[in-house]
């Protein structure tokens, strides 16, 4: 080993999760942490500017590249599934919706037995994360790392988006992390100050003076040490070389949907008969790691625009780039100072259901695909999703070699519902575009086109369009089952020293964007930690 060192502490992954737990255990003076982070520092500048996303997921640089075994219900296609591999994670590469889901989530996560998770429970960590920008509010908090707020200067389109669902019937909604989620409004973004929020940034960031934590970007965690039925160390490659961090009291595993269960897998804990394939020792049997995938599966319908602001009339000149860059840099306002998503509907596209089961985000700019940018005419699209898919997939080993990726297989639209829902959402996003104001925007729908009338011929086009809105998560879920690999304290059954925090923890994937449950997790993990150690 070319490195070895001891802390009380080793967080695996410095993502949205792993940053945050990190600062938070790192406030006891008197406990020693170690962050492993496999990407590099988050100081290019398009990290922090919101309207980056774009570029960062294009260029690749700080991505892990995956990419999804072949879907049967995409027709055979594999679908990119973009990671952060970078100080901050997923968190410093997204569009920065700052979604909690519905109240009702969280319940069932308890009803599914993560005891102790319900929406009650889970309500102080979500206002311990967060500062709200937004108007004051009993389920908001005020004093948290991660600011927030509503979009500022909704987009003339946004605003006509907003206003049509309402002209097509539809309520607002003041808050869409308030009371209840259904409606129409601004989306609630990490952005402050024109700059993305991000936990690196927020929580990480102010912690690096303390002498007792450790950050440590450019590893790559190879397997858990594990001895006498407890975790020990963290194996893996450093910068100079094979290396190894032993931790006194707990291994946090917050490397994400993806890596979590792989590295669980690696250090003999899986299936066990599936390992045993690829020659890894079973230390624990629990076929629960790498199942329970789930994801939301969206359709982008992109529609060409009389000239309204979009996001594709700046870029389509020097003169474009050259105002919005002086209004972001002079005034941390304009187009590039908002995320991925202006506006969301959420909306109940099935007879009788309780709460909304689709959400359409409204973006201000258009593309066909991402590979080949934005079109040249104005234009806007709406991004249609199921809240609540039933479909579930797994993540797996394709090899023992470490750095090698996993299988991932989604199996997406498996469950007939969930293509149900889709379609009826491509119905419901018509309607909102043939009515007033948007419709006097709108010249023309350019995907799935008006050939693609009937529900055949929009679930045809589902199949081969579809793709991911990159919120995975499930794959080492916490329950009192005994199919669940964690406990409701995050604690991985039969091993003691080692907990997973992470959006792999999830029960049931949220109505809607996963950033600040996984924020909350964090926050509720780093608390038992402490109680633990205390004993």
Known sequence: MTESAESDYVVVGGGSAGCLVAARLSEDPSATVTL???????????????????????????????????????RGRRIKWPRGKVLGGSGSINGLVFLRG?????????????RG????????????????EGPPSDLHGTDGPI??????????????????????????????????????????????????????????????????????????????????????????????????????????????????????????????????????????????VGRNLQDHLVVRMPFRTRPAGTMNEYTASWLGYLRMGARWLFAR???????????????????????????IQFINFSFTTMAEGLHPHPGIALVVGQCRPDSRGEIALASADPEAPPRIVPNYLSAPNDLHVTVEGVKLARRIVASPPLADLVEAELLPGPAAASDAAIADWVRAAASTVYHPCGTVRMGDDDAAPLDPRLRVKGVAGLRVVDASVFPLVPSSNIQPAVLMVAERAAAMIREDARG
């Not at 998770?117 to 709200?132: G, R, V």
Request: charged share 25%; aromatic share 8%; hydrophobic share 40%.
């Open 36 to 74: 492993l982070e496999a990407g590099p520092e988050d100081r290019h500048p398009w990290i922090h500017i919101p309207a980056g996303y774009a570029r960062l997921f294009m260029s690749g640089r700080f991505d892990w590249k995956y990419e999804t075994d072949a879907e049967p219900g995409l």
């Open 102 to 114: 519905s109240p009702r989530d969280y319940d069932r996560w308890a009803q599914a037995g993560a």
């Open 117 to 132: 998770w319900s929406y009650e429970a889970c309500l102080p960590a979500f206002k311990a994360i967060e500062t709200w």
């Open 147 to 288: 600011r927030n707020g509503p979009t500022r200067d909704l987009s003339p389109a946004g605003r006509a988006f907003v206003a049509a669902c309402q002209a097509a019937g539809l309520p607002a909604c003041p808050d869409f992390n308030g009371v209840w989620y259904e409606g129409v409004g601004p989306n609630p973004l990490n952005v402050s100050g024109g700059r993305r929020i991000s936990s690196a940034r927020a929580c990480l960031k102010p912690a690096r003076s303390r002498r007792n934590l450790r950050v440590l970007t450019g590893v790559r965690a190879h397997r858990i040490v594990i001895a006498e039925g407890r975790a020990r160390a963290v194996e893996g490659r450093g910068p100079d070389g094979p290396a190894r961090w032993a931790a006194r009291r707990e291994v946090i595993l917050s490397a994400g949907t993806i890596e979590s269960p792989k590295l669980l897998m690696l250090s003999g804990i899986g299936d066990a008969a599936a390992l045993a394939a690829f020659g890894i020792t079973p230390v624990i049997d629990a076929p629960g």
């Open 333 to 359: 306002r304009g187009p590039l100072a908002v995320g991925a998503s202006e506006a969301s509907l959420f909306a109940r596209v099935t007879p009788g259901a309780e709460e909304p089961d689709l959400q």
